[in-house]
């Protein structure tokens, strides 16, 4: 496809909603999602910089060491924001055509819900997971002699900065605008495009057969995230639900606890039928 073409399609979403249309501004969401993610990265140009985080510190400059990753991470959504808004001046379109059409309070209160039922059906996964010990003698991240705050506040700051909040404007926000005539099919496409963008992942997979169990996570993450945007009407929702699922594994991997294809495939599962319990609850198709 020519770059005219991508851009023709980008310039009218609110036409009839194609597959092909979807699978484009998923796509041109994916790169988006991608630069923003890489964009922190930009700081290691510094050679001190890059020198000093190559170390794994420990103690007091250890701690600094998260901090000013957590700071880094805040790169992402400002990236984020600067190339939404050349995308709506090239769709001539407003915000909340991304971002949905419920803001303020209410907006955070939806946040808020979806971010703990997210975070509480992660957790559940991973104790079943646990429980279950076949993901035993995997690597898990090294947090010793750190703050347990340290460890909480940079959990949270990648779990939203980093990850949520971009990565869900993109998908939930940008490939989501004009949902409402097809969202079915926007929930289809955008769920199946989110979950083989993390191919590309690296979660600890060691051969093929893992490669494709780990999709499981990202398929239950886009889906319910797909569904929280469109019950709620607001992208929030879905930051809430991506954010949860990351802030429900802070827990256990300061505990120690190995997390293997047994993890990703529980947690994925479950993801997937609390996705499907909120929209048979919420029925979104009937006010839709």
Same mark, same amino acid.
């Given at each position: 496809?020519?770059?005219? /073409? &991508?851009?023709?399609?980008?310039? %009218?979403?609110?036409?009839?909603?194609?597959?092909?249309? #979807?699978?484009?501004?998923?796509?041109?969401?994916?790169?988006?999602? &991608?630069?923003?993610?890489?964009?922190?990265?930009?700081?290691?140009?510094?050679?001190? $910089?890059?020198?000093?985080?190559?170390?794994?510190?420990?103690?007091?400059?250890?701690?600094?060491?998260?901090?000013?990753?957590?700071?880094?991470?805040?790169?992402?959504?400002?990236?984020?924001?600067?190339?939404?808004?050349?995308?709506?001046?090239?769709?001539?379109?407003?915000?909340?055509?991304?971002?949905?059409?419920?803001?303020?309070?209410?907006?955070?209160?939806?946040?808020?819900?979806?971010?703990?039922?997210?975070?509480?059906?992660?957790?559940?996964?991973?104790? #079943?997971?646990?429980? @279950?010990?076949?993901?035993?003698?995997?690597?898990?991240?090294?947090?010793?002699?750190?703050?347990?705050?340290?460890?909480?506040?940079?959990?949270?700051?990648?779990?939203?900065?980093?990850? !949520?909040?971009? /990565?869900?404007?993109?998908?939930?926000?940008?490939?989501?605008?004009? $949902? /409402?005539?097809?969202?079915?099919?926007?929930?289809?496409? *955008?769920?199946?495009?989110?979950?083989?963008?993390?191919?590309?992942?690296? !979660?600890? %997979?060691?051969? *093929?057969?893992?490669?494709?169990? $780990?999709?499981?996570?990202?398929?239950?993450?886009?889906? +319910?995230?797909?569904? /929280?945007?469109?019950?709620?009407?607001?992208? +929030?929702?879905?930051?809430?639900?991506?954010?949860? #699922?990351?802030?429900?594994?802070?827990?256990?991997?300061?505990?120690?606890? @190995? %997390?293997? @294809?047994?993890? +990703?495939?529980?947690?994925?599962?479950?993801?997937?039928?609390?996705?499907?319990?909120?929209?048979?609850?919420?029925?979104?198709?009937?006010?839709?």
């Amino acid at each position: 496809m020519s770059t005219h /073409e &991508m851009t023709d399609h980008v310039r %009218q979403p609110m036409g009839r909603a194609t597959t092909g249309r #979807i699978v484009v501004r998923s796509l041109i969401a994916s790169a988006g999602m &991608m630069a923003c993610a890489f964009a922190p990265g930009l700081l290691h140009l510094i050679p001190a $910089y890059a020198q000093w985080m190559s170390v794994e510190h420990t103690g007091a400059e250890g701690t600094a060491q998260l901090l000013v990753l957590c700071v880094q991470f805040v790169i992402a959504p400002v990236a984020a924001l600067l190339l939404l808004g050349i995308a709506l001046r090239i769709e001539k379109a407003r915000w909340r055509d991304y971002f949905g059409r419920v803001g303020g309070a209410r907006a955070g209160g939806v946040l808020l819900a979806a971010t703990a039922a997210a975070a509480l059906v992660t957790f559940g996964g991973s104790v #079943i997971a646990h429980l @279950s010990g076949t993901d035993v003698g995997r690597p898990v991240p090294n947090t010793e002699g750190l703050p347990v705050i340290v460890m909480i506040v940079y959990g949270l700051a990648r779990a939203f900065v980093l990850q !949520g909040i971009q /990565e869900e404007w993109w998908f939930r926000g940008f490939a989501f605008r004009g $949902y /409402e005539r097809r969202p079915w099919l926007v929930l289809g496409v *955008t769920t199946v495009m989110f979950t083989l963008l993390h191919l590309a992942s690296q !979660g600890g %997979q060691t051969s *093929t057969l893992e490669h494709v169990l $780990y999709l499981v996570l990202p398929l239950g993450m886009g889906f +319910w995230a797909g569904v /929280e945007r469109w019950c709620t009407g607001t992208v +929030w929702g879905a930051v809430g639900v991506h954010g949860g #699922i990351h802030t429900g594994l802070i827990a256990p991997a300061m505990l120690g606890w @190995s %997390q293997g @294809s047994a993890a +990703w495939v529980i947690i994925g599962v479950a993801l997937c039928l609390a996705g499907g319990l909120r929209l048979a609850v919420s029925r979104p198709w009937r006010t839709g």
